[in-house]
């Protein structure tokens, strides 16, 4: 039997969810509705979908440590593909079928983006099943959400005749965001669904369609895939293949230009999570609407939502408003302005401010770093390293650093030296020492670290041995 593998995409940045979704710690990694991220989410709703082969994940470097740890925690074993950079959604998913024709080139490719929410998984998966014998039959299929409301937010899929006695019908043609009076028309014309950017299809019919409607990318995604290398649980992408590649969706590369392409109609609690508003909607409110995180007082406040995440968050009359506190930033907009607020992680790259990019809490392979205080010369940051973990062997130019244990053990080599620390012990390492910390516990290791020196940059950093590749 042939297996369906899912394609989960999971290279987004989530910038209109800023200042909790980080270009470093992206919303699909967050676990903004209960415990689990939107990442493990997706995955999660797949159990019990017949036949379900290993998934396989398409992120990007940054990213990878991320993703294997995600998936560790959900004890699933799976592929991780990584762009060396982002080409969008046709050459990701082109690198996922080339991999998996190795195998079977009729494997069945559920592609999912990490970032969505779907309440009900009983209708979700009754919708995969329902597409899979047009999939197999050598249809590219995309699944149609039901609208609830006119929405201009979404693009359209405009449903043309039935196939066969099921749900599945031929796509008549994909439509651009309309206006209001445009989206209220199609819902009430009840033949036109959301674009969902979810697809069914084989490997081998993805591929022929690539080749077809747009071989520049599939060329260059070939090579690409032909000259990747396995990096721990890993395989890269060759760099300079893959960026040759031109940038386009699946949309427009594919979807648009075929004339296999058909659409299954999804009602099944939908929701892209693309910004606080989104949030919102999903999310459970008291009597006044309003939708509270954390620590917050709210008085006089109604349909506002308000996530405090590191300190006591007070508002007082407002009214469909949106607070975010994280460690280093706030953000006040109205709700029926949080589309725009990537014009303010914009501006932020655009003066070359850390807050677009990274939390003050920074994730690594090993652990974690948070930064604490920083003055002239000197800064102070907490460490946590996973147990069995350790950072590179390394040395800096410009600064000298103390370490507190605080929890856990630490196993550190200074210069020609490897010894123990336990908790409430310390050590010193001089500028210009070669050194590295490791957690040989079981439990994590929390440290205090505090740094002195002419420049305390991230780049001061020399490393000469590294379990995590990099350079």
């Known amino acids: 039997m042939t297996q369906i593998v899912p394609i989960v995409l999971s290279g987004g940045s989530g910038t209109r969810l800023w200042p909790l979704s980080r270009h470093a710690y992206p919303k699909q990694f967050i676990p903004l509705i209960g415990e689990l991220s939107l990442f493990q989410m997706t995955l999660r709703r797949l159990e019990g979908l017949p036949d379900l082969g290993k998934p396989c994940v398409v992120g990007n470097d940054e990213q990878r440590f991320m993703v294997a740890e995600q998936l560790r925690m959900l004890g699933v074993q799976g592929r991780i593909l990584l762009e060396p950079v982002g080409r969008n ?30 309440s009900d998984t009983v209708a979700f998966h009754a919708a995969v099943k329902a597409a899979l014998p047009a999939a197999q039959e050598g249809a590219l299929v995309t699944f149609g959400v039901v609208p609830t409301r006119p929405e201009t937010g979404y693009g359209y899929i405009e449903a043309g005749d039935a196939i066969g006695t099921g749900p599945a019908r031929r796509v008549a043609r994909f439509v651009e965001k309309p206006d209001l009076a445009t989206a209220e028309a199609y819902v009430a014309g009840g033949h036109h669904w959301w674009n969902s950017g979810m697809f069914l ?15 520049a990318i599939l060329e260059a995604v070939r090579r690409a895939h032909a000259l990747a290398r396995e990096d721990l649980d890993f395989l890269r992408l060759d760099a300079k293949a893959f960026a040759a590649s031109p940038s386009d969706s699946i949309d427009y590369a594919v979807m648009e230009r075929t004339q296999d392409a058909v659409v299954v109609p999804l009602d099944a609690g939908w929701n892209d999570v693309g910004s606080w508003q989104a949030l919102w909607e999903v999310g459970a409110k008291d009597a006044a609407g309003n939708l509270l995180e954390g620590d917050v007082i709210a008085l006089d406040c109604r349909d506002s939502y308000v996530h405090a995440d590191h300190r006591l968050v007070a508002v007082l009359g ?24 990537k014009a303010v992680v914009g501006h932020l790259k655009h003066a070359g401010r850390e807050e677009g990019v990274n939390h003050r809490r920074v994730m690594r392979p090993w652990g974690a770093y948070e930064g604490i205080s920083q003055g002239d010369r000197f800064q102070v940051k907490r ?21 507190i244990v605080v929890r856990g053990t630490a196993r550190v080599t200074r210069g020609d030296e490897v010894f123990t620390l336990a908790e409430n012990e310390s050590t010193y390492i001089p500028l210009g020492v070669t050194h590295r910390l490791e957690n040989p516990g079981r439990i994590e290791l929390e440290m205090i670290e505090v740094q002195s020196g002419s420049y305390l940059g991230e780049d001061d950093i020399v490393r000469f041995e590294d379990s995590y590749g990099r350079g």
Request: proline content about 7%; charged content about 20%; aromatic content about 4%.
């Open 89 to 118: 959604t046709a050459p990701a998913i082109a690198a996922a079928a080339l991999d998996l024709t190795a195998e079977d080139p009729k494997t069945v490719m559920l592609v999912l983006p990490a970032d969505h929410l779907i």
């Open 201 to 215: 299809f084989t490997a081998e019919h993805y591929l022929q369609a690539m080749e077809t409607h747009a071989p």
């Open 318 to 341: 407002l009214d469909g408003v949106v607070v975010a506190e994280t460690a280093d930033a706030v953000l006040v907009a109205p709700r029926d302005r949080v589309q725009e607020v």
């Open 383 to 403: 460490i946590t390293v996973k147990p069995g973990e350790r950072l590179s062997l390394q040395m800096h130019h410009h600064r000298a650093e103390h370490w």
